[in-house]
């Protein structure tokens, strides 16, 4: 249906009030005029009937207004009659077309009936048969469709449109007006009351009766399975009801929605089994609602440097709507119920009854935690095929709290925003600058209160520019998810591509213009595989964001005021790097906070800021990505921990170590086991996991500190873990890739350095030391042809500081190669890490040393 | 309940034979065939990689456009004689049915024949050489004009569950 052409007597019609005779004269007209056309309207012709459904509407609302319920249903019907006719198309039109036209001869009485009797009695709509139950859901379903249409087609000022509207809502009034239809009943009318309000007062904003619609639809599906709906409706009533209210009573927050919501089913719940239909949604859901969490958390950091920026409260009020609207659907009560309270609380604030202060970012954090709890329960769900109960999660005392904030700080400090904002004045430059110098000296006041308390803002110019802001950062965030799947794909055929055009070069040597082609076709294979690799990556900053987080958390526990510094967060990094450094800095911040920097009363006693800092910085070297991470604590102790060592047994203590041997120490697996340690020196605590958690990915760790002065650590990883800087080397028939990091030296070792040890194998001399040779083609079988170790070469490699010499034929060259998995079936063999497409497109194989030497070890 | 399985592995079976096209290709001096909606691609015999530490009948890993896929030996397999590769020798790239996902397996195979449209009728059920022998693999016999030919499940065949079974004894 729709918007159908507003034919000429639409506007007569209009200006036809509520005299009630006019009313039955004007619907006498359209009646005369509906059976004329619909006589004339061929069923061959879509058309034609179509013409018919503007009428019906406006006999439609005519009855409404004269509360005609009977004969507007017969409208209905003949609507819904002639949309049949119109979808199946030549199905027994005729038949269908014989039916109308008795049920509109039948209409043309109603004049007649409206002479005799004006007044329609009450009585009537409530003399409907009590009819099955199923005939009544079916019913409420259709008028709910109808209903859905005629909003979705909505257009403002259609008055006979919305006398549809009415027409549906009092259909389904009639319909729930029954015990088990209680709920049902309770909203259509608010949903009524809304549209009579849209008629009377012009307004046009369809979103509340969207939503009534929503809840309508949402409640009519647990009616058909035959399950309680336990949902919390009343915002969306209080939504209806807005418009109505407003002008009489000032909006009251704290009018809760416990009276009406029905108390969730006691008792442990039993685990439930999800159906495939609702397994892709809650699949879908999960990932969804994992995503939008994360942007609470940042968003939510956000505010905390800018309370009144309203754009900052909708990004956070949108996820929380979103997932409660999704949850409900789900039947996940917890969730709903709680995110519902959450978003009350935002709405709240969004509206200007307060500004959102610590306590209510610390209620809106727990309450994120306990929504990802109850998240990854649904996605444990997901993963086993069935629904775990979640009644170890206790929602209802953090909503209770939340409620409880929402009063207390609407009654405190009650300070409507939009009304600051519309009474301030204008500002100069200067006092702009001035405010800003004000906030450099008090770092943690809000530009706004400055300039609100200083009375020199325009804060509709701070808006302004916030919102600008707020683009600019949008710009950045509008993205396309693309799968992980389809990127390595096209990372593979870009690779492939670059094969193609160097095999291609090779045989253009001889023909000048056709290499110039050719190597034209190469810059922008090289610039594509490039763009290729750089889409799997991401920036850092939605690590660093958590980090801001933890060390919000972490200040807060240990009454230590902590700045945290974030310098680069937009460097990118790939995205399964992004994974590994989570761990590694979550502990090191955990360690900067906790032991590096001290106590306020420490740090003003030696002269230093009384808030701490912590610097978080990312760029890109040579290859890699640097991570720095580092506090103006009280740095490491180099006595204490050579002590600690000492008395480990770590070392002898007649070592002569450099600054960096003694604080990789800390990092020595059995260092950190003792607790006192960790409190005299402040650092060691699990540090050697860290080192071997990030040594996994290949990257390196490394501490610089200055007593009394601060510690740094710097963390280096490769770009992406997808590629490996490796040396190809020869075996045989075999070529190898040797990861260059684990590359120490490769040489022609004399005779005279080559030696058999009895029971240890054979060795060779390097600087003094013995090293183990491991022959590849032996422990690979790939042949048994036995060479002297003097007429070969040797790669030294290391690996947990071991240290063996690998012997190969020859040194191929040195490149960076995309690493491949084997595949399922050949994934975990043992020493080696995975395939690489060399530059002839065969395969060659990655060691993993580690891997190597283990089975060299036997 | 082995026996409940059995049962239970017959009716699957039953289900999955069915009429349709087979791509058949020889092996010594039999002919078999494989459903063709398993296969990916043919492709001609192209240099291998050896992977150390594989069964026997693991050739090795090949480069398909960027991706690399693990290629077997159905001979070996099958425990036939080696032969040395001919420019009829085929790699046949088979989609397997893994755990969680598909996976792209290449089989080498002496020669790629026909695809034929073989029906239900003309298809028996394997033959039981007594319970000790394992005829799982092999979905049915096709009775044709030309001769018997034996319809393999691929994915019974190169398992990635049995390929990882014989890596830890290998």
Not at chain 1, 804 to 818: F, H, N, P, S, W
Request: proline share 4%.
């Amino acid at each position: 249906m729709g918007c159908f052409p507003v034919s000429a007597n639409i506007i007569i019609f209009e200006y036809v009030e509520k005299d009630s005779m006019m009313t039955i004269e004007s619907i006498k007209k359209l009646i005369d005029k509906l059976s004329c056309d619909f006589v004339l309207a061929d069923p061959e012709d879509p058309d034609s009937l179509t013409g018919l459904l503007p009428i019906l509407k406006q006999i439609h609302g005519k009855c409404m207004e004269l509360s005609l319920k009977d004969k507007a249903k017969t409208v209905l019907k003949i609507k819904k009659m002639i949309n049949a006719v119109l979808i199946n198309g030549s199905k027994d039109v005729d038949k269908q077309m014989e039916n109308l036209g008795e049920i509109i001869s039948e209409l043309s009485s109603i004049p007649d009936v409206l002479e005799t009797s004006d007044h329609p009695e009450p009585a009537e709509s409530k003399a409907i048969e009590r009819e099955p139950h199923d005939s009544d859901l079916s019913r409420v379903k259709e008028s709910l469709d109808e209903l859905s249409v005629l909003i979705g087609g909505f257009c403002p000022g259609d008055i006979p449109d919305l006398g549809a509207m009415l027409n549906c809502l009092d259909q389904l009034i009639d319909v729930s007006n029954k015990e088990e239809f209680s709920i049902l009943n309770k909203i259509a009318i608010a949903c009524k009351g809304y549209v009579e309000n849209m008629t009377l007062e012009n307004i046009y904003n369809t979103k509340p009766i969207e939503e009534g619609l929503l809840l309508l639809k949402s409640i009519l599906s647990y009616m058909e399975k035959d399950e309680i709906f336990g949902f919390d409706y009343s915002d969306v009533l209080e939504l209806l009801d807005m418009k109505i209210k407003e002008e009489q009573t000032p909006k009251k927050p704290e009018a809760k929605e416990e009276e009406v919501t029905p108390t969730p089913p006691a008792g442990p719940s039993e685990p439930k089994e999800i159906s495939p239909d609702d397994m892709e949604i809650l699949i879908d859901f999960v990932s969804e609602a994992e995503e939008n969490l994360d942007t609470i958390e940042v968003n939510l950091i956000d505010l905390e440097q800018d309370p009144t920026n309203n754009d900052i409260i909708n990004d956070i009020f949108r996820p929380f709507h979103t997932i409660k609207g999704v949850s409900g659907f789900l039947s996940l009560t917890k969730i709903n119920k709680l995110s519902h309270t959450t978003e009350n609380l935002l709405d709240a604030a969004r509206s200007g009854d307060f500004l959102i202060n610590d306590i209510a970012t610390d209620a809106i954090l727990e309450s994120v935690d306990t929504l990802k709890n109850l998240i990854d329960m649904v996605k444990d769900g997901t993963q086993t095929g069935i629904l775990q109960p979640d009644d170890h999660i206790d929602v209802e005392g953090l909503r209770d709290k939340l409620q409880k904030l929402q009063v207390a700080l609407t009654k405190g400090e009650k300070m409507p925003l939009g009304e600051i904002l519309v009474q301030k004045g204008d500002i100069s430059k200067e006092n702009l600058d001035q405010a800003l110098d004000i906030q450099k000296e008090q770092p943690d006041k809000k530009i706004g209160e400055i300039l609100v308390e200083k009375n020199q803002a325009a804060p509709k110019q701070i808006a302004g520019a916030l919102m600008d802001q707020a683009h600019s950062k949008k710009k950045i965030a509008a993205q396309v998810k693309v799968s992980t799947e389809k990127l390595d794909d096209l990372v593979d055929y870009a690779g492939e591509l670059v094969i193609a055009q160097s095999m291609l070069k090779q045989k253009t040597v001889d023909d000048p213009s056709l290499s110039q082609n050719v190597a034209q076709l190469g810059q922008i294979v090289t610039n594509m595989q490039n763009i290729a690799m750089s889409m799997r990556m991401i920036p850092i900053k939605s690590t660093f964001m958590k980090m801001i987080r933890l060390v919000r958390d972490l200040s807060k526990k240990s009454g230590k005021e902590i700045n945290l510094n974030m310098v680069g967060e937009d460097t990118e990094i790939d995205r399964n790097v992004v994974d590994a450094l989570y761990e590694p800095m979550v502990h090191m911040i955990r360690n900067s906070c906790d032991h590096g920097i001290e106590a306020i009363s420490d740090r003003t006693g030696q002269g230093k800021s009384s808030q701490g800092t912590i610097t978080l910085r990312a760029y890109h070297k040579g290859g890699h990505i640097i991570i720095e991470i580092e506090d103006d604590g009280k740095g490491l102790d180099q006595m204490v921990i050579l002590e600690k060592a000492k008395n480990t047994g770590l070392i002898d203590g007649t070592e002569q170590l450099t600054d960096a041997q003694v604080y990789d120490l800390i990092m020595q697996p059995g260092f950190s086991t003792a607790k006192e340690i960790t409190d005299v020196s402040g650092r060691g605590v699990g540090m050697d996991v860290v080192k071997s958690g990030i040594e996994k990915f290949r990257g390196q760790l490394n501490i610089e500190s200055q007593m009394g002065q601060g510690t740094k650590f710097t963390i280096s990883l490769p770009l992406t873990l997808a590629i490996i800087d490796g040396m190809l080397v020869g075996v045989d028939d075999e070529r190898y890739v040797i990861p260059t990091t684990a590359i120490q030296k490769a040489f022609k070792p004399p005779k005279e350095d080559c030696f058999t040890v009895e029971g240890k194998g054979e060795m060779v001399k390097d600087r003094g030391g013995l090293i183990p040779v491991i022959r590849l083609n032996d422990m690979y079988n790939s042949s048994s042809k036995k060479k002297t170790i003097w007429d070969k070469l040797v790669v030294v490699v290391e690996s947990k500081e071991e240290k063996r010499a690998l012997l190969i034929d020859e040194l191929l060259g040195k490149d960076e190669y995309v690493i491949k998995s084997l595949g399922n079936s050949l994934e975990d063999i043992k020493g080696i890490a995975g395939g690489a497409i060399l530059a002839d497109g065969q395969v060659g194989l990655i060691l993993d040393i580690h891997g190597v030497f283990a089975v060299a070890n036997g | 309940m082995t026996k409940e399985k059995e049962v239970m592995g017959q009716a699957i079976k039953n289900m999955t034979i069915k009429t349709g096209k087979y791509l058949t290709f020889s092996l010594e001096e039999e002919e078999y065939g494989i459903g063709i909606l398993k296969v990916k691609e043919i492709i001609g015999m192209m240099p291998i990689t050896s992977v150390p530490r594989t069964p026997e009948f693991v050739k090795g890993v090949i480069n398909l456009r960027g991706k690399v896929i693990p290629v077997m030996d159905l001979r070996l397999k099958f425990s036939m004689g080696e032969i040395p590769y001919t420019d009829r020798t085929c790699i046949i790239v088979v989609e397997i049915d893994s755990l969680d996902s598909t996976v792209l397996i290449g089989i080498v195979v002496d020669a790629v024949s026909e695809v034929l449209n073989i029906s239900k009728d003309e298809i028996e059920e394997a033959p039981t050489f007594g319970s000790k022998l394992d005829t799982d693999y092999i979905l049915g016999m096709a009775k044709m004009e030309g001769g018997v030919k034996i319809l393999l499940d691929i994915d019974r065949v190169l398992s990635a569950k049995e390929i990882e079974a014989l890596d830890k004894t290998a």
